[in-house]
């Protein structure tokens, strides 16, 4: 990490002087076709950002966690992306204008430390991402997705490394390039191997180290 703690603070200032807003569950933050002119720092709960694909399914990009901001391309660029934002979970963000966010980075070389670890963080998640992809199998993609997860938002049960954030069959096959139907089949695949548990959308890795020798 670039930014050390006194670093950090500054930069949660900006937002801290922004508005705070809490979502619930299932509320969109940026909606389909709106124009966003600001920037949200998450400090709990969880996003879904996602685009509509031209069959109208939803096609998943990434979920955001706590600390992580949104959409950050377009506050640094300008450059207007059609995607969604819609909280998962009870959700509390500061919220600031793209304008103030870019003359506060301009202005204060402090905040860009902590900045480009958060540009690093991004760069590394899409980058296991495409990773993913190259692998041949819906399986082996499969499997990749979600130990990648596990990484991400593991939370350790007695059963296992729980994938802490609701998971549906559409969202994963829409992140590891399948249809619902195949990702429901290797799922429930690796179901009666025992190696998965999935409950109410919620996907627990019973055992790492043997879906790993899947790959």
Do not use: W
């Not at 603070?9 to 933050?29: D, N």
């Not at 980058?127 to 130990?147: A, C, H, K, Q």
């Not at 954030?165 to 290797?186: G, K, M, W």
């Amino acid at each position: 990490m670039l930014g050390n703690d006194t670093q950090l603070e500054i930069f949660l200032s900006l937002f801290k002087s922004g508005s705070q807003l809490t979502y619930q569950k299932g509320e969109f933050i940026i909606r389909p076709g709106e124009t966003v002119d600001h920037i949200f720092y998450i400090k709990k709960g969880l996003v879904k950002a996602f685009n509509i694909s031209k069959y109208g399914e939803d096609n998943l990009l990434i979920i955001r966690k706590p600390r992580e901001l949104f959409p950050l391309i377009s506050a640094l660029t300008g450059e207007e992306r059609d995607i969604i934002y819609q909280a998962l979970d009870t959700t509390t963000v500061y919220r600031i204008s793209k304008d103030k966010f870019r003359e506060f980075i301009l202005t204060n070389t402090d905040a860009l430390y902590p900045l480009i670890d958060l540009i690093t963080d991004q760069y590394h998640m899409h980058s296991e991402r495409i990773l993913n992809l190259e692998y041949r199998t819906v399986r082996e993609r499969l499997v990749s997705f979600l130990l990648t997860m596990a990484k991400r938002f593991g939370q350790e049960t007695k059963d296992g490394t729980k994938i802490d954030v609701p998971l549906r069959h559409q969202d994963i096959a829409s992140s590891i390039n399948s249809s619902r139907e195949t990702t429901s089949r290797e799922l429930s695949a690796l179901e009666r191997k025992g190696l998965v548990k999935n409950k109410q959308s919620f996907i627990t890795i019973k055992d790492c180290e043997a879906m790993k020798k899947l790959l």
